[in-house]
């Protein structure tokens, strides 16, 4: 089993900065992508950014120039840097892990439990 727990949300003002960590755990394979995603009150989960074991990114368009994706694969961790946030930010953010058992090619998919990020004045 994997265990993904995020940590770093919570409150800051427009233009502040946050960075979202997440530390997986359990038996992992030795390749995997890590992203987050997020979902604001009313609205379907969102791509955010992921990062693969290579450490190549992929973000979506509106916090391109904003936020950085990066990992620290002795860790098996995952960081979300966060900079000019806007209110449109504020959602419940999580952390995926996306793995291919090698053996048979069967794709797992793992979610943290999310941490509330709000951008509010």
């Known amino acids: 089993q994997v265990q993904l727990v995020e940590s770093g949300g919570g409150l800051v003002q427009p233009g502040g900065s946050l960075r979202l960590s997440c530390a997986a755990s359990?038996?992992?394979?030795?390749?995997?992508?890590m992203g987050w995603y997020r979902q604001a009150p009313g609205n379907g989960r969102e791509f955010v950014a992921q990062i693969t074991i290579a450490s190549t990114t992929n973000y979506r368009d509106s916090v391109k120039g904003r936020f950085t994706i990066s990992r620290d694969n002795g860790k098996r961790t995952v960081y979300l840097q966060m900079n000019s946030l806007k209110p449109e930010d504020t959602a419940v953010y999580y952390c995926t892990l996306h793995t291919v058992q090698p053996s048979t090619g069967v794709a797992h998919d793992y979610w943290g439990q999310g941490t509330q990020v709000t951008v509010s004045s």
């Open positions: 359990g038996s992992i394979f030795s390749i995997y992508t």
